[in-house]
Structure formats: C-alpha cells, structure tokens
C-alpha cells in the first residue's frame, strides 16, 4: 500500500503527510469553508456542474470533494455516503482543514399528508436516532440548526420560487427498520410503528439518515449547519417520485451565497 510510507501521525488521529485527512483524503487549502453535503458521490458533480468552476480535490471511500467557486464566493462539496458514521469522518476531516458551515443536501420522505414528493423540507433541527452523534454528547442535548443557514435556506427557496416546509426532522441509523420499513422477509419489531406514529403525533415531518449528526457535530465544533431536502416520498400517502434534486442543489448553493453576502455585511457593520 503506497499510502503507508506517508503516515505522519500515530493512530489516535491518523493523518497523511501535508495534513491528508484519513477519510476524506484533503488537506488545508483544498476545500472552501461553506462545504455542501449530499450522501451520494454521484451528487458532488450534479452540484459543482453548476458553478463557474470546480475541481476535485479528494476522492476515498464513499467520499469525493469538488471546490470552486460561484457567482464571486468560494464553494465545496464533499458526499458523507449514507448514515451518521461516514457522515463524522467526513465532517471531521473537514472541520480540521477549514469548514466552518455545512449545509447538508439529501433526499428524503415526509411523515405528514401535505408535504408532497418534489417539496422541499428545511431542518429546523433533528430527532436523534442517529446513532451516530450520542457518541459526541447526552441525548439530552438538542441537535438544530444553526439560524443564519436556515434563514438563507429560505430566503434562498422563496427567491427560486420553490415550495418548502420548515420544521423537524427525524434522523434514523437505517433507511428500512429504522423509518418503519419491513426488513428483508418482513421482518417486524412492535416499535417500528408506535415510533413512526409518535414522531408523528409530534410533528416531527420528515425521515432522513445524517441531519441529526451533521447538527450536533456543527454545534459541538462551534460551526454552523442546516439541512434541506427534495422530498422524494411520503410515507403516509405512500407515493414515491424520484426528483428534485436539482431544487435541492439549486437552493443550496443560493444560501450559500446569500450566506457569504450576510457575513461580508455583518464585517462592514462591526456585527458577529
Ligand atoms: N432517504 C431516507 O432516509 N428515507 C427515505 O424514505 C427517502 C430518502
């Protein structure tokens, strides 16, 4: 393995020579501080296809990074693969380098009749089945957005004329049993239902897989983060139609934007 003659650091945070991040194989410099997260790979040139340039910088594992630039900021983009655990590699190979926001960007299904496939959802924050993120902190610590993103998030949807809900999200370690699917053979606990009907009763709106990671990691590490999604099913009225993807990048990158244009006049007024 070519790789191993260039470890520079011991196993408690292993790193390539020039800072290489394990996971995500980047290094300082290589990626911007606003960094979209999609899960896919195949997700990261869908987005950097629509700037005005890009290039990759890292590709391991589930994880490929593109950085460029759009309208005069600097972007990057970096897929988490699916679930909290690579979601936190990525993020903290990342934050090491220079992120200081994530906007993760990933599809999803609503829990509640009136959202409908090819909505948009915005997290205000997220319920905790993660399984990723109680390795950071209690369960008794909120995971939500930070407020800036998920203003510029729709401010960024009300400027495209897109249709988007805002509210909570439930993140689920498991796409099947874990969102109140059969597993393979039918398989069946009493609890998928009884928690699939509980967040529901709290208006909880959609289910994912990386939002509740994303937020606490953002929180704990003093960055910022949010989360929007294409809805791509509802679950009570059982319809599937995938797209909107496109929405979802379009919408991402416009805070992204708007995000920079509010931090560049918080500098000129002397505001955090
Ligand atoms: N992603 C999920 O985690 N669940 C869905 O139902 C759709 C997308």
Known sequence: MGDKKNWV????????????????????????DIVLLPGDPERVPKMSETWDEFKEVGRN???????GKIRG????ACSTGAGGGSTASA????????????????TTSGIQPHI?????????????????SENYVSLNYPAVADYEVVASLVEA???????????????????FCGQNRDGFGGYRQSWFQSRYEDLRAANVVNYEMEAATVLILSSLFKLKAGAIFAVIGNRVTN???YGGIEKSIAA?????????????LKKENNKQ
């Open 239 to 241: 319809e599937f139609a």
């Open 73 to 76: 900021i600097d972007i990057s």
């Open 91 to 106: 993020m903290e190979g990342l934050a090491t380098i220079g992120a200081k926001t994530f906007i993760r960007v990933g």
């Open 157 to 175: 949807c009300e400027r495209l004329g897109y249709t988007y809900h805002v509210g909570i999200t439930a993140t689920a370690a498991s796409f």
């Open 252 to 264: 991402a990158t416009e805070a992204a934007i708007i995000l920079k244009g509010w931090e560049k």
């Open 116 to 132: 409908k496939p090819g909505d948009l959802i915005i997290s205000s924050g997220a319920v905790r089945y993660d399984g990723t």
């Open 61 to 67: 594992r589930e994880h490929v990074t593109h950085t």
């Open 9 to 32: 650091s011991a196993a408690d945070r292993p790193e390539l020579e020039g800072n290489l991040q394990y996971h995500i194989r980047c290094k300082p410099g290589d990626i911007a």
